[in-house]
């Protein structure tokens, strides 16, 4: 096996491993019907991202390092694209997700009683239309990266 077959060997176990827990995550927290649970949802949530920043990161580290063993990829529509789109979906985390999602962590961490407060549907509704952007930046990156249209 070449380098170059290792590395993408790794970028697909990292797509999968690293993007795949990312798509599920809106999906933990809505099943939620008290606040011990929503708690908990969010514990495993947490736990779930890491997958995805590691994942991310060795998505990232690999297809930049096949792009600089097959240069010609840099030519590539599709590689660009891609690049950009994930970049982009990356940048969300700190730029839009992070302020979004601080709000909702405090309230976890305040609120008592077991009843959701209204307030977190609002704060949530916010955050997951922008997490839905970011999997659908991710969905297109997967498809270009299976089809090379361009």
């Known amino acids: 096996m070449t380098l170059y077959n290792t590395l993408v060997f790794i970028h697909v176990f990292s797509a999968i491993l690293g993007l ?5 995550m809106i999906y933990i927290v809505t099943k939620a019907t008290t606040m011990t649970e929503l708690k908990h949802a969010y514990i495993i949530r947490n736990r779930l991202h890491i997958f995805v ?8 580290i690999t297809g930049l390092w096949m792009g600089l063993l097959n240069p010609y990829l840099f ?4 590689y660009i694209t891609s690049l950009f789109l ?4 990356l940048a969300f985390g700190p730029i839009v997700l ?3 999602s601080k709000p909702i962590k405090s309230l976890l961490k305040e609120y008592k009683g077991d009843e959701i407060p209204e307030e977190y549907f609002m704060l949530s ?3 997951f ?3 839905r952007i970011e999997n659908v930046l991710f969905l297109i990156v997967i498809a270009l990266m299976i089809t090379k249209p361009f």
Do not use: H, N
């Open 20 to 24: 795949g827990p990312g798509f599920v």
């Open 53 to 60: 920043m590691v994942g991310g990161t060795l998505l990232l």
């Open 75 to 78: 030519s590539q529509g599709w």
């Open 86 to 89: 994930f970049l982009t979906g």
């Open 98 to 100: 992070s302020p979004r």
């Open 125 to 127: 509704k916010k955050l």
């Open 129 to 131: 239309f922008f997490e």
